[in-house]
């Protein structure tokens, strides 16, 4: 969600230096080419920024300006889903960690508190679903904010009427996926592999396991097991391509019918290759692979014949 708001920071430094826009782009540009294309762009901004004698660090920004890589913002928001707090073990010492997603009236981030002083507030319940929040200090991580020791993070009075609580999903070429990112793109399956299916609890939908001839849930014991179906894809925008997963419910809209015949289901995925679709989800690291995947939870066709043809089917 952070990647298109470059053009406001443009705005933002053009009004605190007293410079164009075209100026400092051509800093900017300028910048990157010294740099050897080392540098994003964001980063090359935020150079330019400190050789102008500009700090942003007392300016406080809207949530749709904030920029990956900036190290102390300042950002009021208000809590619009929060999670619980997670313990996990780091050399042998119990750590807390908590999030929550923020939104203001231009869109919404989520925030990771590391700091014990800021998580009490929550388990206290100082802050809920629904506060309002300050926080003073807090660096851009992927599309997070995070918050450590150095940051201040406290209640706000500040209201809200309005907030942007839907995800933000912005349109990105593949080769601009970072992981965490909501993204939307239009690309090409390049390639397509066989569909797998599993089963899952009907009560918690995680995966159950089988125990002679019953599927068992690790939480609800022996239960009547919903089969669901997944299928692995490589899609490819012309600037890259990238292994993209995609679950049981989005299978229709991809093409995939004929879930219980195996053989209609394989005609039915040859179908697939070269179709140019419209996909929408999120960017996850594959922990086992240890490369980015792409966890689509929407898929739109963009072919108008087809459209066509489905709009008078149905006439
Ligand atoms: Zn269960």
Excluded at 115 to 129: A, M, Q, R, V
Excluded at 164 to 183: C, L, N
Excluded at 219 to 224: F, K, S
Aim: proline share 3%; net charge negative; with cysteine.
């Amino acid at each position: 969600m952070v990647e298109g708001n470059y053009n406001k920071v443009l705005e933002r430094i053009a009004k605190t230096s007293g410079l164009s826009i075209e100026d400092i782009q051509r800093k900017i540009e300028a910048k990157i080419a010294k740099l050897a294309g080392l540098i994003s762009k964001e980063g090359a901004a935020q150079i330019v920024c400190a050789e102008l004698g500009i700090s942003l660090e007392n300016e406080k920004f809207k949530i749709d300006e904030l920029l990956p890589g900036m190290r102390k913002v300042n950002v009021v928001g208000k809590v619009i889903n929060l999670f619980p707090v997670r313990t996990f073990e780091r050399q042998g010492k119990t750590n807390k960690v908590a999030n929550f997603i923020m939104a203001d009236e231009t869109s919404n981030i989520k925030v990771v508190l590391w700091d014990t002083n800021h998580i009490e507030l929550i388990e206290s319940g100082k802050i809920t679903e629904g506060s309002s929040v300050e926080i003073s200090g807090g660096g851009i991580r992927d599309n997070e904010i995070h918050l450590g020791s150095f940051s201040d993070f406290k209640p706000s009075d500040q209201k809200f009427e309005e907030v942007k609580t839907e995800r933000i999903v912005k349109e990105k070429s593949i080769a601009e996926f970072k992981p965490r990112d909501s993204v939307s793109v239009r690309a090409f399956i390049v390639q397509a592999f066989d569909p797998r299916f599993f089963h899952v609890c009907p009560e918690c939908k995680k995966k159950v396991v089988l125990e002679g001839d019953k599927y068992v849930c690790e939480a609800h014991g022996n239960v009547p097991a919903e089969k669901r179906a997944l299928i692995n894809i490589v899609i490819d925008d012309g600037t890259e391509s990238i292994r993209t997963v995609l679950f049981n419910d989005v299978l229709p809209d991809l093409g995939l019918t004929e879930l219980d015949d195996t053989e209609r289901l394989f005609n039915q995925k040859q179908d697939l290759l070269g179709k140019e679709m419209l996909f929408s989800g999120v960017i996850r690291m594959n922990s086992f692979f240890n490369n980015p995947e792409f966890i689509v939870d929407k898929v739109n066709d963009i072919d108008l014949d087809n459209l066509i043809n489905k709009l008078e089917n149905k006439g």
